[in-house]
């Protein structure tokens, strides 16, 4: 029995899944002999019109910003699916494999979630910026926080000074909540808290939880998302300090259990592979981490004795979306098959809902330049039609000025308005999966989902996610690409339209969006009142319970959540988290 165990954990996610897929009857969608005539007259074709110089190099690479490199053919034919069955590659809507979409419609039945990022300075100046994004059309929220409340620092620490309101809202206890949130009702929108770590998930949480308990609204009505990713916190992340990467892991699981215990109808984690992406990798590692996090969640959460199927049904994905049109379609409909499988053939899933890969997508940010800014709205606009096509449930469009500042107002309005144009106005969401049945993109699928398997099984040879964040694998390989891709641009092997390629001269007069310029006196007097107004004596109680959690092993969010009721603030529970961890010094490479 023992031998038999340790077999198993050796064995990668790959031979698990060919021990494991049904061996049903295969049917080919092109019989051998059409095959075989469509071959000779091909190859006929090759020789008498195609180009030496075609011929010669027909494989290319599409050169493009974070891409995979995945060679492509000059034309694509059956004979590069000579062994396509419809009913294991593709399948029907809504049903397995879910290549062409999670639900039997999709668009026709419910739209993608339109949401735009808002957040700069005070929580009122951010308040209103929502309120006009809901004013004109958005379907959800998309908060995202300043870089002191990401990196859990309070707005009067000498860390915080200079950045408090700039590239998001400075929150420090509940009671900046409650501005943020002023007449919005949380009970009706949903509401995305860009929270990018573990850490700081279980401090900010539970303080929107608060402000739901002070306004008399039941947990279980809140819809919504947080991210909890560890990759964010320990490897994307460049901060002065880190907790351990397993410690980090188990406070990620402990939000988990404690949201989908507590808050049934809110995502629990974003995977996120989007600023892995945005930070150095191509679109093929994006993923494969995202899909080597997800199960050793599933893993931890298994062991500390959860159904797979009530974890699986509330795991959703964050996706970076790209200018390489046809490979980012392709992906998301690799990502959505080969996740099912997983679910269905590894760990045995039983609700088809637990084997959806659900993801919000938004559109690449590094994809944007500074010259030539209105260039921007162009770029996003295909990369928003890529991920339309691919099948995202929840959207969100850069805005053409976020190469150099927060989005304007005018901005923002017209990224939601490029989201409104192609759902209502191209025709393509009255059609499910348009583009299935394409040589090119079901060829392209199943490369991407072969791609996504290598590197998933590159990790599980280094022990597992947690240990390849560990011992620095992650990051070698995100630096490897990211030197080589940033060497491709400056010999101009990518193009980048007014960037490295056609340069004009002409610069258009843009005016960047401005911060409230009051934003970190007003959080500062802030904050001094309500430390002020507090009970001391019940702050330090709190810690000194969530402390013990820490060190105890038990599920710390029940104590961050008594944190937020009493009054502690954000940078206060992340001194007990390093003082309870210790500090995780990062592998270094040079």
């Known amino acids: 029995m023992q031998e038999e165990k340790i077999d198993a954990i050796k064995k990668t996610t790959r031979d698990v899944l060919k021990e494991s897929f049904p061996r049903k009857e295969h049917t080919p969608l092109y019989n051998s002999e059409a095959l075989s005539k469509l071959h000779a007259g091909f190859e006929q074709w090759k020789n008498q019109m195609v180009r030496k110089e075609d011929l010669e190099q027909w494989h290319q690479v599409p050169r493009t ?29 809504g049903q397995e494999p879910f290549t062409r979409g999670i639900h039997s419609n999709m668009y026709r039945g419910r739209t993608f979630t339109q949401r735009q990022l808002v957040g700069f300075g005070a929580p009122e100046d951010t308040n209103a910026r929502i309120r006009f994004l809901l004013e004109h059309g958005a379907t959800g929220i998309n908060l995202l926080f300043d870089m002191p409340t990401i990196q859990m620092y309070d707005c009067d620490d000498p860390m915080s000074r200079g950045s408090v309101g700039s590239c998001g809202v400075s929150v420090n206890h509940v009671g900046d909540w409650e501005l943020l949130f002023q007449g919005i009702d949380i009970a009706r929108e949903t509401v995305s808290i860009v929270t990018h770590y573990p850490s700081n998930t279980a401090i900010l949480f539970p303080m929107y939880l608060v402000m739901a308990e002070r306004r008399g609204i039941p947990w279980e009505q809140l819809r919504g998302s947080v991210q909890n990713d560890v990759t964010l916190e320990e490897v994307v992340r460049n901060a002065a300090e880190y907790i351990p990467p397993r410690d980090c892991f188990r406070i990620e699981c402990d939000n988990i259990e404690f949201i989908r215990s507590h808050v049934p109808r809110w995502n629990f984690i974003t995977l996120n592979g989007y600023n892995l992406r945005e930070f150095g990798t191509s679109g093929i590692t994006e993923i494969a981490v995202a899909f080597a996090h997800a199960m050793a969640i599933l893993d931890e959460m298994i062991r500390r004795g959860h159904d797979v199927d009530w974890v699986g049904e509330r795991l959703a994905f964050f996706w970076s ?29 039983r609700n088809s809902r637990s084997m959806w890969m659900r993801c919000h997508v938004q559109t690449s940010g590094i994809s944007l330049v500074r010259e030539e800014p209105l260039n921007n709205i162009i770029r996003s606009a295909f990369e928003a039609l890529a991920a339309v096509l691919g099948g995202v449930q929840s959207l969100h469009v850069d805005s053409y000025d976020e190469a150099f500042a927060v989005p304007s107002e005018e901005a923002s309005l017209l990224s939601l308005r490029t989201q409104q144009i192609i759902e209502h106005e191209t025709g393509i969401t009255k059609v499910v999966d348009p583009l299935g049945g394409s040589f090119y993109v079901e060829a392209l699928t199943n490369e991407i989902e ?80 309500f430390k002020s107004e507090r009970d001391p004596q019940e702050v330090e109680s709190a810690l000194k319970a969530l402390k013990e959690a820490c060190k105890k092993g038990v599920n710390i969010v029940p104590y961050t959540l008594n944190c937020a009721r ?22 270094s490479f040079f």
């Open 450 to 529: 072969e791609r996504i398997m290598d590197e998933i099984t590159e990790i599980e040879k280094q022990g597992g996610y947690v240990e390849a964040v560990s011992n620095g694998f992650l990051l070698r390989k995100i630096y490897n690409y990211f030197y080589e891709e940033q060497k491709k641009i400056e010999r101009g092997e990518i193009k980048i339209v007014a960037h490295n390629w056609q340069k004009s001269a002409h610069s258009e007069d843009i005016e960047a969006f401005r911060y409230p310029e009051e934003a970190e006196q007003k959080q500062l007097a802030r904050l001094q009142k």
């Open 566 to 587: 009493a009054g502690c603030t954000v940078g206060e529970q992340w001194k007990i988290f390093k003082e309870a961890f210790g500090l995780w010094k990062r592998p």
């Open 65 to 93: 910003v974070l891409g995979s490199d995945i060679p492509r053919e000059l034309v694509y034919t059956p004979l590069n699916l000579a062994d396509f069955d419809y009913d294991t590659h593709l399948g029907h809507p």
């Open 321 to 349: 979306v790209g200018m390489d049109f046809f490979e980012e379609v392709c992906r998301l409909r690799a990502a959505r098959r080969l996740w099912y499988k997983i679910m269905k053939y590894k760990y045995r899933a």
